[in-house]
């Protein structure tokens, strides 16, 4: 069964860090770019940030460059998510999700995206 599972939301207090994990089971993600995508309540999805299939290119949301790291161990077949510098805006459910596609420029709302993870809360507060 093909899946991708997020791991490491939580609390944290603004400013603070915490590190996305998002491993895959069922397939390898060496032909797959990585995307990571947030939900705030009563928000539209949106795109954070991409990583292509070898980590080659990534592209960031604008709200989050500078303070968010993607990057991936194909050996372990995870994709990672650092995040530092958090702020209260942050505070979503965060997926990750794969696709046989290049990043582009900018993340994408990820209508393009095969397979997602079931999300992990993040909640930015203090």
């Known amino acids: 069964q093909l899946q991708l599972v997020e791991s490491g939301g939580g609390l944290v207090q603004p400013g603070g860090s915490l590190r996305l994990s998002c491993a895959a089971s069922?397939?390898?993600?060496?032909?797959?770019?990585i995307g990571w995508f947030r939900q705030a309540p009563g928000k539209e999805r949106e795109g954070v940030s991409c990583?292509?299939?070898?980590?080659?290119?990534?592209n960031y949301a604008d709200s989050v460059r500078g303070r968010f790291t993607i990057s991936r161990d194909n050996a372990k077949n995870t994709v990672y998510l650092q995040m530092n510098s958090l702020k209260a805006e942050d505070t979503a459910v965060y997926y990750c999700?794969?696709?046989?596609?290049?990043?582009?420029?900018?993340?994408?709302?990820?209508?393009?995206?095969?397979?997602w993870g079931q999300g992990t809360q993040v909640t930015v507060s203090s």
């Open positions: 990583i292509s299939s070898m980590g080659g290119k990534t």
């Open positions: 999700a794969a696709a046989p596609i290049h990043c582009g420029a900018t993340p994408s709302q990820g209508y393009e995206y095969d397979y």
């Open positions: 069922g397939f390898t993600l060496d032909y797959y770019a």
